[in-house]
Each structure stands twice: as structure tokens, then as C-alpha cells.
């Protein structure tokens, strides 16, 4: 079902470029995105003593994720029958450097995808989830990153961070469990609070070729007013609000309301509405650091989950092309203040969660893997899940599989121009 590319570069090492999926009652390709990345990664620190006030790495911009990848190892890092990229990177005096597995790709089962018995005829009908996965790993400094991009059966696209390593330490001269921090063997060694963030840069293509036809939904759920429309109180109910420009889309999760987003595009479904892909929040922090911390003068697109600017070439990370001690704000809060129509656009979303760490005991001397991410997912975009159909025989599972029968092999996909050097070119075609 899925189609796509892999790429690599130095900052954001593994990219994945013009994702497309078969639908099959439609018997095409539909494009959804032109390009996902790891745009960038922050660890600021919530000690305000010396030296860990200043600990604030941007661990893309200022050191570059590609750079530091490591080899996967088969049997460890990826097991079963898998596909490895090599990656190249130029060194430090100009040669090429060759990284071996620096990327893999794989499928495996994922359990559960749908399970239903009719209560009349007692038939049970079960489904199975498999998922592709493409994975790289990094270790930055201390930490050790691993990074997944999840195409499951039913369309959705999830991403998960895996965080391990070893966590930032320092000295206590009090021998008491320190304010900012947790002692960790009782007496002088301890470990500050701190926070990792990502920023995921999703350049959407839903229906389109990525370049216009797109615009962005928000959605947040809320109770009905009182009155006689709500005779029993129990009603509630889906509110969208189209996001229109670039500060109109500066927003934060809710999770009182459940809120996501959704980029649509202009083509309609069987129910009248437009094709969409939701983009849905999972476990994710905010900035703990007062509004005027030093380090938000450069990573000012932490203070937002969301961002979505219409697409432009030359915007590809969010905190500017150059923040290596960079005196003031750039990137994102920088370009959404020109406040730009977000509407029948090529759309980039820019998707900023994080974790925030109170250190445990157990996370010491090495830290098991603390997982965070979120979800794609189609929303209107298929006109029936794309996941049902007839019962056919055992494929080899221990029972029967339930799978689509009598569809075509997909034809020979077209892809849109892979999203790299030559975007502007596109740019200045389709403008």
C-alpha cells in the first residue's frame, strides 16, 4: 500500500520523501506528504546554577543528528529480515564518509487492528496489524536517540522517539536532595531536571502535489449549551475553526478539549467533506523556563506545538539556517510574523513535543528507553476503512487472515518531484 523514498542529510539525517498510498477502491496513488524529517532536537536544563543553565544544545543546528548516527546492529538494534541504507556525510576535512546500516527498514506485527463479533450469528471476525517501519538511531552527547516513522495498514502514520543514554550529572555540596534535581546515590552526585523536545517538519501534500491545494482545521471538542436543544445535557460535540493565517496557527495542545489538526485539501469524499489527514497529539510538555530564559531568544519555537507556514524552500529548520550562538530569534517565530495565508497552500506543519524529566532513581546509571510521539492519521480521506474485506484462506498465521480479495496489483506509482535542491525550481513553476 505505501510507496515512498528515503533520503539522508547531515542535520537531520534519515528523511523520508513523497509518501503516497494505494487506495484501492479508487485503484490510484494518493499522495500525503512530500517530505517528513526530524528538523531538530533541544535539551535545555532547569538547574539555574552553574554549569547547567547554559546546557541548551540544539542537537540538529548546532551539531547535526546525520552526523552523529550510529551503525544499527542486525539481531540487536533490528531483528528479522530487514533492509539496511548505507548513509554519506563529508567529514571534517572535506572526504566522504561512508556510515554502514545507518538506516533500516522492516515490517513487523503490531498486534490487534480490528476484532468484531456479531451478537446475532455468533460469527467473530479478527484482523491483525503489521506495520513498515524505518528506523536510525543517534547518540548525541550523553543521550542516545532512537527515532521511528510507523506506516500501519489502516493509513495511519505514527512516529515514536525512543530516549535512553545516561543523564546529565552534577555535584550537590549540601549532601541533600537538591531543589532542581534528584540526588542519586545519597549523598554529593545528582541529576538536574530537564527537558528533550523535537520538532517534526511535515511538508503535507494531501490530495495535492504539495505546493497549493491545501489548508489547515482545527478541532476541539466541546459540551452543548444549555437549553432546550440539550433537553438531557448530554450532548457534546466536534468544533472546527479553519486556521487562516500563520499567527492564527501559533497553538498549543489541549487536552481538555482533545484538540487536533487536520490539513485538507480541496478534493471531497463520499460524505460531501474534504479529504484530510489529522495530525494527533500524544504524550507531550510545555516550557517550564519563564517567558524571558536566555535560551528562548534563539529556540523560541519551543513556546508553541504547533506551527504551519505555507511552503517555502528556504525555511527548512525551525530555528533559522544558522543557530550556532545565534544573538536573537529566527526560524519560525521569525517567518510566521510576515502572517501569510495558510489557506489553498502548500503546507509544512511543524509538530514541537517534548518530555519533561524529574530524574528516578532507576534511571541511573543508564537510562531505560522513555518513549513519546504522535499520530497521522486519515480523517475523511478514505471513503471506508481501508483495512476490511472477505475472509481468505490461512496465510501461514495459525488462522485465517481477513484481507482485501480481488483487487488489482497497484500500477507503476508517479510520484511528485522528490522535495530536495531543486524545490525552488518547483516553486517558481508552480507560482
Known amino acids: 500500500k505505501w510507496t515512498l523514498r528515503v533520503g539522508f542529510t547531515p542535520r537531520e539525517a534519515m528523511v523520508l520523501h513523497s509518501i503516497v498510498m494505494y487506495d484501492v477502491d479508487k485503484a490510484r496513488h494518493r499522495p500525503i506528504a512530500r517530505r517528513l524529517s526530524i528538523a531538530e532536537v533541544i535539551v535545555p536544563y532547569g538547574d ?57 527498514m522492516y515490517e513487523e506485527d503490531c498486534g490487534l487492528l480490528w476484532k468484531h463479533m456479531d451478537w446475532r450469528t455468533g460469527h467473530v471476525a479478527t484482523k491483525r496489524s503489521r ?19 510507523y506506516f500501519h495498514r489502516d493509513g495511519t502514520i505514527s512516529h515514536e522517539v525512543k530516549l535512553t543514554g545516561t543523564v546529565m550529572t552534577g555535584i550537590s555540596t549540601t549532601g541533600k536532595a537538591p531543589k532542581y534535581g534528584t540526588l542519586l546515590d545519597g549523598k554529593t552526585l545528582f541529576a538536574p531536571i530537564h527537558s528533550h523536545y523535537f520538532v517534526a517538519r511535515m511538508h503535507m501534500a494531501v490530495d495535492s502535489d504539495g505546493l497549493g491545494g491545501n489548508s489547515i482545521v482545527e478541532v476541539n471538542i466541546k459540551s452543548e449549551s444549555e437549553g432546550t436543544h440539550n433537553p438531557h445535557s448530554n450532548a457534546f460535540f466536534g468544533e472546527e475553526t479553519r486556521l487562516r493565517t500563520e499567527t492564527a496557527a501559533r497553538r498549543k495542545v489541549h487536552c ?4 487536533f489538526w487536520k490539513v485538507i485539501s480541496d478534493e471531497k469524499n463520499r460524505a460531501g467533506g474534504n479529504t484530510g489527514w489529522r495530525l494527533a497529539p500524544a504524550r507531550t510538555s510545555p516550557v517550564y523556563a519563564r517567558p524571558d530564559a536566555a535560551f528562548l531568544r534563539r ?29 536573537r530569534d529566527d526560524g519560525l517565530p521569525l517567518w510566521t510574523q510576515q502572517d501569510r495565508s495558510l489557506e489553498d497552500q502548500g503546507l509544512v506543519l511543524w509538530y514541537c513535543f517534548g518530555i519533561t524529566r524529574i530524574v528516578r532513581l532507576e534511571d541511573w546509571p543508564v537510562t ?3 518513549t513519546i510521539g504522535f499520530l497521522l492519521q486519515p480523517d475523511g ?13 490461512d496465510l501461514g498465521l495459525g488462522r485465517p487472515e481477513v484481507l482485501h480479495t480481488s483487487v488489482p496489483a497497484p500500477p507503476p506509482v508517479e510520484l511528485p518531484p522528490v522535495a530536495a535542491a531543486g524545490e525552488e525550481e518547483l516553486l517558481k513553476a508552480k507560482l
Not at 481538555?256 to 484538540?259: N, P, V
Not at 471506508?384 to 484462506?393: D, I
Open 381 to 393: 480521506f478514505f471513503d471506508r476503512s481501508p483495512c476490511v474485506g472477505p475472509v481468505t484462506p
Open 368 to 370: 531505560p528507553c522513555d
Open 48 to 104: 539555574p546554577a552553574d554549569p547547567h543553565y547554559f546546557r541548551n544544545a540544539l542537537d540538529c543546528g548546532e551539531d547535526g543528528l546525520g552526523k552523529n548516527v550510529l551503525s544499527l546492529e542486525e539481531g540487536v538494534d533490528v531483528i528479522g529480515q530487514s533492509h539496511f541504507f548505507d548513509m554519506y556525510r563529508t567529514g571534517f576535512t572535506g572526504g566522504l564518509v561512508k556510515i554502514s546500516k545507518a538506516a533500516a
Open 256 to 259: 481538555a478539549s482533545d484538540r
Open 131 to 149: 506495520r513498515l517501519v524505518f528506523t536510525f538511531m543517534c547518540s548525541v552527547g550523553n543521550y542516545e536517540y532512537a527515532f521511528f516513522w
Open 299 to 327: 529556540m523560541g519555537f519551543v513556546n508553541n506545538h504547533l506551527w504551519a507556514t505555507p511552503f517555502n524552500p528556504f525555511e527548512r529548520f525551525p530555528g533559522g539556517d544558522y543557530p550556532n550562538q545565534s544573538p
